[in-house]
């Protein structure tokens, strides 16, 4: 039987390619048919909205249509970095990888891990991973009504790890999770069944949409009124349009009504979940 592979997994495949210069060979272990010598890792690392009153913070994964870099600076930063490393090294794997963050994403993880937290195993533990990493924010003074989290759900990894794992953590420390998404043609044309959902996404991508509190969902043609953007000119747009999108919902008296009004001006489709 042919398999059918998501957007989202043969962007895991590529993801790999490039990262390797970044992190080393040695750090760095392909799946194969053996588990024998492997070990599933996630590394998450933040830096915080420092805003008064209202926070954003922006989840992304390793591989993404988002320039971390070029973020607004009211945004936080929390990236999560699923891999599969060698066992019998894992401490210089680990250095590799935050080496990596800090290089791509601009974050340092810290030493003492007051900014980041890692996982080591199969990758059904995480959530418990990162639900303990956030339990502190749920002591934060900021009012859970006023903390949104803003989740790129066109970034993947390489392992089984989902956005849809992660995403009832999220709403347990944020008031408001927001879900951004990324409709391409190319894919529905090369299997229209398997891309059946609204707006050109797959049945997956539209539950973990459904799973947000809002959702919205961008195309080249919504960002640019072009139908084929080239890889650069889509990442900044899409960056442009995430900060847009946050500054509406902080600047406006409530979350939902930021959004819309950013929302309408940038993505395909938008709403609140159904």
């Not at 008064?52 to 390793?62: F, K, N, Q």
């Not at 600076?73 to 794997?93: A, K």
């Not at 749920?138 to 989290?149: G, S, V």
Request: aromatic letters at 10%; a negative charge; hydrophobic letters at 40%.
């Amino acid at each position: 039987m042919n398999k059918i592979f998501s957007r989202r997994q043969i962007l895991a495949q590529l993801a790999a390619a490039p990262i390797l210069s970044a992190i080393g060979y040695e750090a760095y272990a392909l799946p194969s048919s053996s588990n024998d010598g492997l070990t599933e890792i996630c590394l998450f690392a933040w830096n915080e909205s420092k805003t008064a009153g209202r926070t954003i913070d922006l989840w992304t994964a390793r591989c993404g249509s988002i320039d971390v870099l070029r973020l607004s600076d009211q945004l936080g930063r929390f990236i999560v970095w699923d891999d599969i490393i060698s066992d019998h090294d894992e401490g210089r794997s680990i250095g590799a990888i935050k080496s990596a963050i800090s290089r791509w994403f601009g974050i340092l993880p810290i030493m003492n891990g007051t900014n980041s937290a890692t996982h080591l195993g199969d990758v059904r533990g995480v959530p418990r991973t990162l639900g303990c990493a956030l339990a502190r924010f749920r002591n934060d003074e900021t009012p859970l009504t006023d903390r949104i989290a803003i989740v790129d759900l066109d970034s993947c990894g390489v392992t089984r790890l989902q956005w849809r794992d992660l995403i009832p953590c999220l709403k347990e420390v944020y008031g408001t999770v927001v879900g951004l998404d990324y409709s391409d043609p190319y894919f529905n044309e090369f299997d229209p069944a398997y891309y059946s959902a609204p707006y050109l996404m797959s049945e997956d991508s539209w539950r973990t949409l459904m799973a947000c509190d809002y959702w919205a969902v961008a195309s080249d043609n919504s960002l640019s009124r072009q139908k084929d953007l080239c890889a650069e000119a889509r990442v900044t747009l899409f960056t442009e349009a995430l900060n847009d999108l946050s500054a509406m919902i902080l600047q406006a008296d409530n979350v939902e009504g930021g959004f819309v009004l950013g929302a309408r001006k940038h993505f395909l489709g938008y709403g609140p979940s159904l």
